[in-house]
């Protein structure tokens, strides 16, 4: 996680423009198996979380 969170701010200083959705969805294609239902529960619960609240919950399943 700490190494995408690197390549997120490596891509914004080179100028791209990723938003918070896209960056969710980069984690979430990153994540093992073992991630399935946790990700099946983040899309089904229509939750919106910033990258920093995405990885404290990642950290906490």
Known sequence: MLKLMIFFAEAEVNGAELDVNTQIEI???SLTKEFVSFRVAYKLGNKALTLTQ???ELQSY
């Open 54 to 56: 995405l990885m404290k």
């Open 27 to 29: 984690v979430f294609k």
